[in-house]
């Protein structure tokens, strides 16, 4: 069992049983709803899914897509879509209290992948911020 919640503490989760996958999606669905160019989302059963503390508010997106966020800071939380993944539930990996313990598996959806994330890796790298001259 894992938990994790949103940015400010209004909703807490519980995870639990074996994650079916663990992937990093590049939709631009993924890319809209969190205003980054990919999202680590675990997937599981969804009666392995639990909100301990708090409500989700819910938003309809494409294909019966269903996109789960707190009301209060707008933290994704979790995506349910019956249509496409009926008993399924995925839960945006970086909101898990301890995200390092789950490393992703594969990348997905990388045909709607920004160019520039191709070589992010090629960038300058700084610990923190680089230095101001």
């Known amino acids: 069992m894992a938990e994790g919640g949103c940015y400010c503490g209004s909703v ?3 995870i639990s049983g074996e ?3 663990h992937a990093i999606c ?3 669905d993924c890319q809209r709803s969190t ?4 999202v680590a989302w675990i997937m599981l059963a969804q009666d392995g899914f639990s909100v301990t503390k ?6 309809h997106g494409k294909a019966g897509a ?3 966020f707190c009301a209060d800071c707008g933290t994704g939380i979790a995506y349910i879509n ?8 995925d839960v945006q990996t970086a909101t898990l209290d301890a995200p390092e313990e789950y490393a992703p598996q594969m990348s997905i959806q990388l045909a709607e992948q920004i160019p520039w994330v191709k070589d992010a890796h090629k960038m300058p790298g700084f610990e923190r911020f680089p230095p101001m001259e």
């Open 66 to 68: 269903q996109r789960q």
């Open 19 to 21: 994650p079916i996958n």
């Open 54 to 59: 708090g409500e989700l508010k819910s938003v």
């Open 12 to 14: 807490r989760y519980e």
């Open 35 to 38: 205003g980054a160019p990919s």
């Open 82 to 89: 019956a249509e496409m993944l009926p008993g399924m539930v």
């Open 26 to 28: 590049y939709c631009r």
